[in-house]
């Protein structure tokens, strides 16, 4: 029996090796991997230059913590601002210590500006991570359940409804947060007239907006930052899962104006900025300019897409229609529950992974260099899903720009 804590629901496979967009399990199976370490190896797994980076920084300098500076956080950092066109860089962790370091950091830009405003908004559907400040953040109650009673002064808007944000962003606010894609909720795009709205609020009422890009940022939409896509600038962004491609790192990226409310003191982290996360960051950024990843992303969402609404073409009684963008997708389930048991089928009998999120949709976070062909797999395992679930009875791979025929099994 596992040692670990019980506090993950895991599925009956263990992984010892990858490569590319490939897991391979202990017996030797082969496993399409679109989850992606759940957005998180846009690189695919073992990629033999973070691999030599990660190498080659380990064994001249793992740890010296804040104490000192180190090259590659330094690097990173100003590689990150020259990228973003922000100034400033906080590393640490993970995604849910990027978002509590923003609710932090808003909430003391307030007090240095001798303002009287603590409120943090964030929306229906938002996850924004575990700690109990970004957890406040997320209105799940079934997060919650236990853990109270959580910090206060957080706030709940619904997503997409640019009307009611008036009546949340004020002069109280001191941040409105929002995932510029929410992928915890089962896939779904903010649209840009909400984006601008929330923009011109903060701005007319003196909150800072904050990008929650740690699952839809670095590449995963297409550009490197989500709100490039969206052509619509925030006061401060928070990062994580992909930026080193598996190790962990998170950060937050702001101007010089705000990040100067941290001072001494204020906020830290032992491991933040490590020089072997850092190291391995660096490279990604590297690789995401040789490899192209922006137009390859954009070309692979669109075959994606055509596969997808095939597949929900044919089996309209089974899958809604797929919605996302880049290669962060979702394909809802019409049978309520039964997301789950389609999960279980993907990978028992085609091996292919994938989640379920939202209650009842399929989310799919595969790496960046996924094939056609890998996609083309995907959707045939669907249809084959379908079928296991006797919604269907046959089944035929599907190509994109085509209906899904069916054919004798």
């Given at each position: 029996m596992s040692a670990l804590f019980q506090n993950y629901s895991r599925a009956p496979v263990t992984f010892v090796k990858g490569e590319g967009c490939e897991l391979v399990a202990q017996d030797g199976r082969r496993y399409l991997d679109f989850i992606g370490g759940i957005a998180v190896c846009a690189l695919g797994h073992a990629h033999p230059r973070i691999t030599e980076a990660v190498t080659k920084q380990a064994a001249a300098l793992v740890h010296v913590s804040n104490l000192f500076s180190s090259e590659p956080a330094e690097q990173l950092a100003a590689e990150l601002c020259a990228r973003s066109g922000f100034d400033r860089a906080f590393?640490?962790?993970s995604g849910t210590e990027a978002n509590e370091a923003a609710i932090k950091l808003a909430?003391?830009?307030?007090?240095?500006?001798g303002e009287q405003r603590a409120a943090i908004v964030s929306c229906t559907g938002a996850f924004?991570?575990?700690t109990l400040g970004a957890l406040a953040a997320t209105p799940n109650a079934a997060y919650h359940e236990g853990f109270g009673p959580l910090p206060g002064g957080f706030f709940t808007t619904p997503f997409n409804d640019a009307g009611a944000l008036e009546r949340v962003i004020d002069d109280q606010t001191a941040a409105f947060?929002?995932?510029?894609?929410?992928?915890?909720?089962?896939?779904h795009v903010a649209s840009e007239t909400f984006l601008r709205r929330a923009r011109e609020l903060c701005t007319r009422t003196g909150a800072l907006l904050v990008f929650d890009e740690i699952q839809c940022g670095m590449g995963?939409?297409?550009?490197?930052?989500?709100?490039?896509?969206?052509?619509?600038?925030?006061?401060?962004?928070?990062?994580a899962k992909a930026l080193a491609?598996?190790?962990?790192?998170?950060?937050?990226?702001?101007?010089?104006?705000?990040?100067?409310?941290?001072?001494?003191?204020?906020?830290?982290?032992?491991?933040?900025?490590?020089?072997?996360?850092?190291?391995?960051?660096?490279?990604?950024?590297?690789?995401?300019?040789?490899?192209?990843?922006?137009?390859?992303?954009?070309?692979?969402h669109e075959h994606a897409m055509q596969t997808l609404r095939a597949v929900h073409e044919r089996f309209p009684e089974v899958f809604g229609e797929p919605r996302g963008l880049g290669l962060l997708l979702g394909l809802p389930v019409i049978a309520p529950g039964t997301?789950?048991?389609?999960?279980?089928?993907?990978?028992?009998?085609?091996?292919?992974?994938?989640?379920?999120?939202?209650?009842?949709?399929?989310?799919?976070?595969?790496p960046?260099?996924?094939?056609?062909?890998?996609?083309?797999?995907?959707?045939?395992?669907?249809?084959?899903?379908?079928?296991?679930?006797?919604?269907?009875?046959?089944?035929?791979?599907?190509?994109?720009?085509?209906?899904?025929?069916?054919?004798?099994?």
């Open positions: 590393f640490c962790n909430r003391k830009f307030a007090f240095r500006s924004h991570g575990r947060i929002v995932e510029p894609v929410q992928g915890e909720s089962g896939v995963r939409i297409g550009k490197t930052f989500a709100f490039q896509h969206f052509g619509i600038r925030p006061d401060v962004i928070t990062m491609n598996g190790l962990p790192i998170g950060a937050v990226l702001t101007t010089d104006t705000i990040a100067a409310a941290l001072r001494p003191g204020d906020h830290g982290t032992t491991f933040g900025g490590s020089p072997v996360p850092c190291a391995a960051a660096l490279e990604h950024l590297r690789l995401r300019d040789e490899l192209g990843l922006e137009q390859r992303t954009n070309l692979m997301a789950a048991a389609i999960v279980d089928s993907l990978r028992e009998t085609a091996g292919v992974l994938a989640n379920a999120a939202g209650g009842n949709t399929l989310r799919f976070a595969p960046l260099i996924v094939t056609p062909e890998q996609i083309d797999r995907l959707a045939t395992a669907l249809a084959r899903a379908a079928q296991d679930l006797e919604i269907s009875e046959t089944i035929e791979p599907v190509r994109a720009g085509s209906s899904v025929r069916a054919t004798s099994a």
